[in-house]
């Protein structure tokens, strides 16, 4: 008897246990049911300020989004125009053996490496093309082919060095060639030799000359010439006759010179291939050391090593430290002052209200509402309204960046000194990561709470009696008029004074909203004025920059001109000023050199530099001058190339 | 049953110049069932009085009894609480959320208590005020009785302890005045409801078992008309 009394009492006080906490729960949200019904209804019953409120909660998110998207997307963006120049890899040694590659592989800050070789020409008889009968073929692995940005047009890559991919460029010329194909090579690297006495035969666009008896290793991308009796080509066979197969076509890659005496082929690269080969690598910038240069150069010993600067530069490398702090304080005050922006907004929209809003919590109250339920109320607006206004504010923020990006796309291609060679050729691609939508969600959730949390505040320490009165705005304001004040102003002032004190409160939140808006349309004007002002500083040192002959006759104007063609892009800069003695035009590349004219600050380095910085790129420059009419400079810069 | 009690009620508006001592040294008590009513000229206090008696508003000094409880004693959210459960007000303009309708209105204290509503209970009170046809209508589509027959369901449907009504046929015609204050006494006999009314007609400050004239914020009288389940007349001061 006494056990099963027991166990009855156990299990009674399961039971009540259970009970209770499910009616705790229940009954919790029950209790704020109502309150959630009421705010909806009323929150429908004013469709204006519903929608001011959500479209306040919405730009915030999209403001946010525009800093976060923004910086990634942008980054990455400038990423990706900057892999344009070289490809996406890091950092590249050039004829390596084993003995480095263990080197590199043994390096934890090594994210990803892959192997390539260059195997050399091949004769390629389906080319249509006289000044391009050979394929040049490289061998990758396959982190290479996207490193590159190859992209198959179809077919698919190589899985070994019997399989190729052909350069669509071959097809467009009218090659007859398709997938399936076989194609029998022998693998050379050519040579040029001189081969008439005393003449020496220039390359100008090459940037090559062969004198006579003199042997010459000619670079893969140059061009197809007839021999003739001052030059002879000769080819040095690498190996033993291959068949290759054409398992794909690629889109014509970026690297691919025109004027090239080969169509670019690929094939993969295998283990053991070759004793030599290049290695490509991509870092992982958080492990990376701050020494890092150093340490490649040292493993890289004699070996050619090149560090890939233009993607570098925005990964977050530790030699380009100063680069990613701008970026972070920017993003970091620009969410500061969306921050503050939206907190100003979000809590004038729900203080406007107050008024009409205290009227029906007044008679919630006055049926016995508690504080936390009038509370939570302004809580409940404003998660219903941030919850739809997160994924249309990101979505909106998105938009926005991309027309943003597509529109300041030609000031990057400025900023990073790219010709309109490359330009189109990167479409904007929006980029975020969950941890960013999770920061966002969370930075405007903050955000949306921190409004809440005062105007809920304030309305839940509405008693019920300010409503039954219907003083709730006079019981706000704080100065009341008094008998002695009414003796001595009339009556009729002090009521124009209160309705206006009671109109200027109600304008008080407009006015402080506006005043937000306009706060935030100075800084982005304001900021996109500063980007616009050094990008042209960076084109325009001093005086005007004109690109026509309109007002050439006032002194001070430099005109700049432009052209481009297959083979070159030409640039000619023009200006009325001075010009130069006929006696200094020779000498003005020397370095160190200052003519008659030159002004006194000048210490002769500026056209010396400018011409070493233009024959580093394969380009060429040259003056013409008269004196006072002006002086004009030519700057040719052969394919791909850059201002 | 002692319900209500009051002990030196006070109430002071404003301050220094402007003070104004709306209520003053007020005592008195009602039984559970009684049906007071409280007469007395416009600025009396007897307004201030019923809210204080409520727990809507809060006396300068002084206490209120409801069953035993003193509520002024009670935090604030305490008392809305208490206020919902154990108190009926019932308000000159009614005080009806213009976004519900009658049902959701007339449970509006309970809902907010987070419970269910007892349908049985909401039928029966409906019925009892008359409102069947009007169940689903919002208040703006109701007349002015029948709102006021809402805002008396509201209070009723909670069995309050007691049930205060602060001028409620004020703002009604003779007729529908006449009508609401059957439908209050018929609680109060039936139910036993306790029940205050303030009011300025005669007729029906005459109705009530029990009447308190308050003056320049004093009781000056206190008569009792009718003796509690009885009929006859009795004079108490």
């Keep these: ?643 | 049953m002692e319900i209500l009690r009051c002990e030196n009620l006070s109430k002071v508006y404003g301050e220094g110049d402007t003070c104004t001592n709306a209520l003053k040294n007020i005592s008195f008590s009602v039984e559970k069932g009684e049906f007071v009513s409280i007469v007395g000229p416009s600025g009396s206090g007897k307004s201030t009085l019923l809210h204080i008696l409520g727990g809507v508003d809060k006396p300068t000094k002084g206490k209120v009894y409801i069953n035993g409880t003193e509520i002024h004693s009670l935090k604030e959210d305490k008392l809305a609480i208490f206020r919902r459960r154990q108190i009926g007000l019932i308000y000159q303009f009614y005080n009806l959320l213009p976004m519900l309708n009658v049902d959701e209105n007339i449970g509006l204290p309970h809902l907010l208590d987070g419970r269910k509503l007892d349908m049985d209970r909401l039928n029966m009170i409906v019925r009892s005020m008359g409102l069947e046809e009007r169940r689903s209508h919002l208040p703006s589509q109701l007349s002015g009785g029948q709102q006021q027959r809402v805002s008396i369901a509201r209070a009723l449907y909670n069995r309050p302890a007691i049930l205060l009504a602060d001028e409620p046929t004020g703002n009604l015609d003779r007729n529908t005045g006449a009508e609401i204050v059957s439908l209050l006494k018929e609680s109060n006999r039936t139910q036993k409801q306790t029940l205050i009314l303030i009011t300025h007609d005669e007729n029906i400050a005459l109705q009530a078992d029990r009447m308190l004239c308050i003056e320049d914020g004093e009781i000056t009288r206190d008569e009792r008309i009718r003796v509690l389940g009885g009929g006859e007349f009795e004079k108490n001061s």
């Design chain 1, 1 to 643: 008897m006494m056990r099963e009394s027991g166990f009855l009492e156990v299990g009674n006080l399961k039971k009540t246990v259970k009970k209770t906490s499910r009616c705790f729960w229940g009954s919790w949200g029950r209790r704020n049911q109502i309150i959630y019904q009421v705010t909806w209804k009323h929150m429908k019953m004013n469709p204006k300020r519903t929608w001011t409120t959500f479209l306040g909660i919405f730009f915030m998110i999209l403001l946010m989004t525009c800093v976060f998207v923004g910086r990634r997307t942008a980054v990455g963006y400038l990423q990706e125009v900057g892999s344009q120049r070289k490809g996406k890899w890091h950092i590249s040694m050039y004829d390596v053996s084993g003995k480095e590659l263990q080197e590199v592989k043994s390096l934890a800050y090594v994210k990803e490496m892959a192997c390539s070789a260059d195997f050399g020409y091949g004769d390629f008889e389906a080319s249509k093309d006289s000044t391009q009968p050979y394929l040049y073929v490289k061998a990758y692995e396959p982190p290479c082919f996207d490193w590159m940005s190859l992209k198959l047009k179809e077919g698919r890559f190589p899985k070994n060095e019997k399989e190729v991919v052909i350069s669509q460029s071959a097809l467009d010329d009218g090659a007859s060639i398709a997938m399936g194909d076989s194609i029998k090579m022998r693998y050379f690297n050519r040579s040029i030799t001189g081969t008439q006495e005393g003449v020496t035969t220039t390359f100008p666009f090459q940037n090559l000359s062969v004198h006579f008896g003199e042997t010459l290793d000619l670079p893969w991308s140059f061009p197809f010439y007839e021999e003739n009796e001052s030059f002879r080509i000769d080819r040095e066979y690498t190996g033993e006759e291959i068949e290759l197969t054409v398992v794909g076509i690629v889109e014509t890659p970026w690297f691919e010179q025109k004027d090239a005496a080969g169509y670019t082929a690929f094939t993969r690269y295998e283990d053991g291939i070759s004793s030599t080969f290049n290695i490509s690598l991509t870092l992982d910038m958080e492990k990376a050391p701050g020494n890092l240069y150093e340490e490649f150069l040292k493993i890289a010993g004699n070996h050619e090593m090149e560090f890939n600067n233009y993607v570098l530069a925005f990964t977050g490398d530790s030699s380009d430290s100063s680069m990613n702090l701008i970026i972070q304080m920017m993003s970091a005050f620009f969410t500061l002052v969306i921050m503050a922006a939206a907190i100003i907004l979000i809590y004038n929209v729900f203080n406007i209200s107050f008024e009409e809003r205290s009227r029906y919590l007044g008679m919630l109250c006055s049926v016995g509402a508690t504080g936390k339920q009038k509370r939570s109320s302004v809580y409940f607006e404003a998660i219903v309204l941030f919850f739809p206004a997160l994924p249309l504010g990101f979505f909106g923020g998105c938009c926005v960046v991309f027309l943003g990006m597509s529109l300041f796309q030609p000031f990057i291609y400025t900023i990073m000194s790219i010709s309109e060679a490359v330009l189109g050729k990167v479409p904007v691609s929006i980029e975020f990561s969950y941890e960013d939508i999770a920061f966002i969600a969370i930075i405007s959730a903050l955000t949306v709470a921190l409004s809440a949390i005062l105007p809920a505040k304030k309305i839940s320490r509405i008693g019920p009696m300010e409503c039954i009165r219907g003083n709730i705005e006079k019981a706000d304001l704080k100065k009341q008029a008094r008998p002695k004040a009414m003796q001595r102003l009339q009556a009729e002032r002090l009521l124009a004074q209160n309705s206006l004190k009671y109109q200027k409160r109600k304008a008080r939140g407009m006015k402080r909203a506006s005043c937000v808006f306009m706060v935030i349309l100075i800084i982005t004007v304001s900021g996109t004025q500063m980007i616009t002002k050094l990008v042209s500083y960076r084109i325009l040192d001093r005086g005007a920059l004109s690109t026509s002959d309109e007002d050439w006759d006032s002194k001070g104007r430099v005109m700049i001109r432009g052209e481009k063609n297959n083979f070159s892009t030409n640039i000619s800069i023009r200006d009325n000023g001075n010009g130069i003695a006929p006696e200094d035009l020779g000498h003005i590349f020397e370095r160190f050199y200052k003519g008659k004219n030159s002004s006194e600050d000048s210490i002769g380095i500026g056209l010396p530099l400018s011409k070493q910085l233009i024959m580093l790129q394969n380009g060429t420059i040259h003056a013409m001058s008269e004196l006072n009419i002006g002086t004009e400079f030519y700057i040719k810069m052969y394919s791909d190339i850059i201002i």
